[in-house]
């Protein structure tokens, strides 16, 4: 099995690079091939530029590093891992979305004129892993919980991907030492012994 992990955070001491060391640890000791997309160390530019629209209108890739992120195709599980800044993914996650996850790569128009087809045929499943250091209670009430919205079903429901998975984690700051080491050591056993 292979897994594509799309990771996003620029500060190598952070709580979301110790997830992706437990995360791919964890994938490693269930036999993974596991492929990363490391945003900030790969320099990823999230911006669209008017050739990379000519290209989305066309439904092919002209930027050398979107074509090189085209390995997704051969994922069957997909992985984020991203914290969550006033509320919502990082800059480099969103123009991943937007400049990777394009027409002819990650989905196609229905023939019909409605809908979006699926074009990863590999992918069984999804999972996005957060951390932000609000209450869960108070992301889910006051702002809405805008990363279900936006990533889960505007995102990859639209495109017809069903097996999605958000892994929250909250008031990371504030919780104590113990409670984040064992986060850590469940998302470890978690996928090692991942099933899609």
Known sequence: M????????PYEGSYCNAILKAVT?????????????HLDKDQFHPRMTSDDLKAFVEHRAVDSQVIGYCILKKADHLIFIFPI???????ATKGFIDRVLSPGL???????G?????LLDNLK????????????????????????????????KTMGYKNVKWLSFTSVKSVSHEKRVKWLN??????SNFKY
Not at 28 to 34: F, I, L, T
């Open 114 to 118: 409605f809908g979006l087809v699926p």
């Open 186 to 191: 469940n998302l470890d056993k978690r996928f």
């Open 25 to 37: 640890q964890g994938l490693e000791n269930s036999a993974h091939e596991v492929d990363l997309m």
């Open 125 to 156: 499943s999804i999972t996005v892993i957060t951390t932000m250091n609000k209450p869960k209670i108070m992301y889910s009430l006051l702002i809405g919980n805008l990363i279900r919205k936006v990533m889960i079903r505007s995102v990859f």
């Open 106 to 112: 990650a989905y196609d128009h229905h023939p019909r």
């Open 2 to 9: 292979r897994t594509v992990i799309v990771f996003n955070h």
């Open 85 to 91: 800044w006033w509320d919502i993914m990082p800059a």
